[in-house]
């Protein structure tokens, strides 16, 4: 079917004598333009490769395909065997820069583990916790900070409540019965 | 990445619309929503099959890794085939599981389920109930392929045996499609299908 619909644009564009180049040409332009399209996005290719079974890709396009199967590395157009190393990068004329492109897909980054949080992983140890590590963390960690916050009486807090409110007087009462706790846990510290 | 599953539907929808195919009626797609994830797919029944003269509706979903990963598609009519669930409309098509390539669209994936229908593949089934019957008797197949085609999707073929049958099990109180599966299930024996549904 599809060499009969050729067949018939070829005939007539013969037969309309002095026109016939002209669409030709255009024809031929549009030809090329999805030539050098992308097999994966469909889009013109950027960072160009070509496999070695001839078929063209953005080497972004075809990393993430080689990414997403990497038991079956086959070419997403014929299915022939492909691989990384195995696919020429093109160089159009005039680029300047003459790098490969396959090194221009950054190298998967590194796993990234973060550390827990002393502060936080400290304190729900701090009651009864079964975990000796988790324990000592919380109860070195916590009346440090509470000493730092509530012997700083010179400067007023941002946030501390006028003095003489209920507020205020919670506050305080607050603050003493954990400055208390605090001794107490030193105190607990020093005799275990 | 959405983006790239976005802007290569955009461009494989055009490429199917201006393709020989839809020119001819054999196949066709359209949106179902403005974010193009959802589509609506058709294809016409192969001719000198049993799904001649009718047309079969396709649910087509893109994935978010689209093309990387391929659309996941189910029939919406109703089909008696070895390799499409009778009952959900699921499809065992390597193309759609292992088998996919990017470089593959929605104008191939259409074409291959044609294809699909004209070669149906018992050894691989998705329904086991019909693919027995294809491998046992393919002319009890064929006559019900053509009616399932001629009741959910339009084709030419009008059985009045089976409507018959069916009509006396729906007179029995069976609904129509339950009726006409069980029938079908078991090569249009209406004692043991009714057996079957009274059981
Ligand atoms: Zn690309
Ligand atoms: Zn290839």
Same mark, same amino acid.
């Not at chain 1, 333009?33 to 960072?47: K, V």
């Not at chain 2, 996919?100 to 259409?110: D, F, G, I, Q």
């Given at each position: 079917m599809a060499s009969s619909a050729t067949e018939t644009t070829k005939e007539s564009s013969t037969s309309g004598s002095g026109s016939g180049d002209n669409s030709e040409t255009k024809d031929e332009e549009k030809?090329?333009?999805?030539?050098?399209?992308?097999?994966?996005?469909?889009?013109?290719?950027?960072?160009?490769?070509?496999?070695?079974?001839?078929?063209?890709?953005?080497?972004?396009?075809?990393?993430?395909w080689l990414e997403t199967r990497p038991n079956r590395q086959v070419c997403p157009v014929c299915k022939a065997a492909i691989s990384k190393e195995k696919v020429v990068p093109l160089y159009g004329r005039g680029s300047t820069k003459q790098e490969d492109p396959r090194e221009k897909v950054p190298p998967r980054p590194a796993g990234q583990r973060t550390e827990p949080?002393?502060?936080?992983?400290?304190?729900? !140890?701090? %009651?009864?916790?079964?975990? #000796? =590590?988790?324990? /000592?963390? !919380?109860? %070195?960690?916590?009346?440090? #900070? =509470?000493?730092? /916050?509530?012997?700083?009486?010179?400067?007023?807090?941002?946030?501390?409540?006028?003095?003489?409110t209920q507020q205020h007087l919670e506050e305080q009462f607050l603050s003493k019965v954990f400055l208390w706790l605090a001794v107490l846990f030193i105190f607990w510290l020093l005799m275990a | 990445m959405a983006n790239i599953a976005a802007q290569r539907i955009k461009r494989e929808f055009k490429e199917v619309i201006k393709s020989e195919e839809v020119a001819k009626c054999a196949i066709k797609v359209e949106l179902v929503n403005d974010s193009y994830t959802e589509l609506k797919g058709e294809i016409a029944g192969p001719p000198d099959t049993p799904y001649e003269?009718?047309?079969?509706?396709?649910?087509?979903?893109?994935?978010?890794?689209?093309?990387?990963?391929?659309?996941?598609?189910?029939?919406?009519?109703?089909?008696?085939?070895?390799?499409?669930?009778?009952?959900?409309?699921?499809?065992c098509l390597d193309i759609l599981k292992d088998q996919?390539?990017?470089?593959?669209?929605?104008?191939?994936?259409?074409?291959?389920?044609?294809?699909?229908?004209?070669?149906?593949?018992?050894?691989?089934?998705?329904?086991?109930?019909?693919?027995?019957?294809?491998?046992?008797?393919?002319?009890?197949?064929?006559?019900?392929?053509?009616?399932?085609?001629?009741?959910?999707?339009?084709g030419p073929h009008v059985n009045s045996d089976c409507d018959d049958k069916i009509r006396r099990l729906v007179d029995m109180g069976i609904e129509e499609h339950q009726a006409r599966a069980a029938l079908s299930s078991y090569n249009w024996d209406l004692e043991r299908a009714t057996e079957q549904l009274f059981s």
């Open positions: 030809k090329d333009d999805s030539m050098f399209e992308c097999n994966i996005c469909l889009d013109t290719a950027r960072d160009a490769v070509v496999s070695m079974c001839g078929h063209l890709f953005c080497w972004p396009c075809l990393h993430q949080d002393p502060a936080t992983a400290g304190f729900p !140890g701090f %009651g009864f916790g079964e975990n #000796g =590590f988790h324990m /000592s963390f !919380g109860i %070195g960690a916590f009346p440090f #900070g =509470f000493f730092t /916050s509530t012997l700083n009486f010179g400067e007023p807090r941002p946030g501390a409540a006028p003095r003489g | 003269g009718g047309t079969f509706v396709l649910e087509i979903k893109v994935p978010e890794t689209y093309p990387f990963n391929p659309p996941k598609v189910r029939f919406m009519t109703k089909i008696w085939h070895p390799n499409i669930s009778s009952v959900t409309g699921a499809i996919w390539a990017a470089a593959m669209t929605l104008r191939t994936v259409l074409l291959s389920l044609q294809a699909l229908l004209s070669a149906a593949e018992p050894d691989d089934p998705q329904d086991a109930v019909v693919a027995k019957q294809y491998r046992e008797n393919l002319e009890m197949f064929q006559i019900t392929a053509r009616h399932w085609t001629n009741v959910y999707a339009g």
